[in-house]
């Protein structure tokens, strides 16, 4: 019923930029919180960033003044802005949604299917 597709992955040299679209779609009612996960092989998945309805936002230590996560609550899309790429920001990039489905009363978390993110020195 509900859909997240993540564009924008890519490979680049240390100290380039990036930029992770994902979009929702589907049956949607509301869209609570959204944010970017990441998974580097033999690791866990690690928040990045997350950006509440009104706008606040958190982030990883680690990416702190690199990132820049956004939504457009119009279009049912957040953003990650990445700047200063490092070769360790390399990972798979996951959206992930906290979505009421048109019809409940209940939210419930969506994730995108992935998108690689790859930094080389």
């Known amino acids: 019923q509900v859909q997240l597709v993540e564009s924008g992955g890519g490979s680049v040299q240390a100290g380039g930029s990036l930029r992770l679209s994902c979009a929702a779609s589907?049956?949607?009612?509301?869209?609570?919180?959204m944010g970017w996960y990441r998974q580097a092989p033999g690791k866990q998945r690690e928040l990045v960033a997350d950006?509440?309805?009104?706008?606040?936002?958190n982030y990883a230590d680690s990416v702190k003044g690199r990132f820049t996560i956004s939504r457009d609550n119009a279009k049912n899309t957040v953003y990650l802005e990445m700047n200063s790429l490092k070769p360790e920001d390399t990972a798979v990039y996951y959206c992930?949604?906290?979505?009421?489905?048109?019809?409940?009363?209940?939210?419930?978390?969506?994730w995108g299917q992935g998108t690689q993110v790859t930094v080389s020195s």
């Open positions: 589907g049956s949607i009612l509301d869209i609570g919180d």
């Open positions: 992930a949604a906290a979505v009421v489905v048109a019809g409940t009363l209940a939210e419930s978390d969506y």
């Open positions: 950006i509440r309805i009104g706008g606040s936002t």
